[in-house]
């Protein structure tokens, strides 16, 4: 079983700054197979991106995804206020994993 | 529109039965496959499995086989994710959500809380 360790765990930052959040996999994971997805509170969870690095729909572009192999990373390059929230990691390799989480609060 | 309707709240008793429903609209039920995934209060999303409604092929994570019983009925696009015996462990917000290719889950439900207390 992959298990996905996300870091840090809570990121405290101030709107307009540029959040960088890991997501590091036990072992190898195709690159087409790792997402992101973000939660607010009370609300279910919104794919942000799939395939490492293609925005889904609707998702705009200060959200970037990248990495391969076993190191993940999300960006977001210019917080707004609507960001602050937790994000998750999610993999597929013959079974699902999500990571624990990154929460990304307002400094 | 695409979504995806969970059903209501529940409060149960340990030991009760359980079963939660997610539909399916505006979109080919069949073609695209449906996962639930378990928030327990305050932590993150756990899978627990994974549903294709055409030919009810069911994928468990190792984890919840054997707890739990995911099916379907495709005639009226609904999921289920079903408990024969509940217990206080089992309180959690649940939800179901739909696999685009890749795999990742594109569309999401509005999530079923389910709360296990005597």
């Known amino acids: 079983e992959v298990v996905l360790t996300q870091s840090p765990g809570t990121l405290s930052l101030s709107p307009g700054e540029r959040a960088t959040l890991s997501c590091r996999a036990s072992?190898?994971?195709?690159?087409?197979?790792l997402a992101w997805y973000q939660q607010k509170p009370g609300q279910a969870p919104r794919l942000l991106i799939y395939g490492a690095s293609s925005r889904a729909t609707g998702i705009p572009d200060r959200f970037s995804g990248s990495g391969s192999g076993t190191d993940f990373t999300l960006t977001i390059s210019r917080l707004e206020p609507e960001d602050f929230a937790v994000y998750y990691c999610q993999q597929y390799d013959s079974s699902y994993s999500f990571g624990q989480g990154t929460k990304v609060e307002i400094k | 529109e695409v979504q995806l309707v969970q059903s209501g709240a529940e409060v149960k008793k340990p030991g009760e039965s359980l079963k939660i429903s997610c539909k399916g609209s505006g979109y080919s039920f069949t073609s695209y496959w449906i996962g639930w995934v378990r928030q327990m209060p305050g932590k993150g999303l756990e899978w627990m499995g994974i549903?294709?409604?055409?030919?009810?092929?069911?994928r468990y994570s190792p984890s919840f086989q054997g707890q739990v019983t995911i099916s379907a009925d495709k005639s009226i696009s609904t999921a289920y994710l079903q408990w024969s015996s509940l217990e206080a462990s089992d309180t959690a917000m649940y939800y179901c959500?739909?696999?685009?290719?890749?795999?990742?889950?594109?569309?999401w439900g509005q999530g079923t809380k389910v709360t296990v207390s005597s």
């Open positions: 549903i294709q409604p055409g030919d009810s092929d069911t």
């Open positions: 072992q190898r994971v195709s690159s087409s197979y």
């Open positions: 959500a739909r696999q685009r290719g890749g795999p990742s889950f594109d569309v």
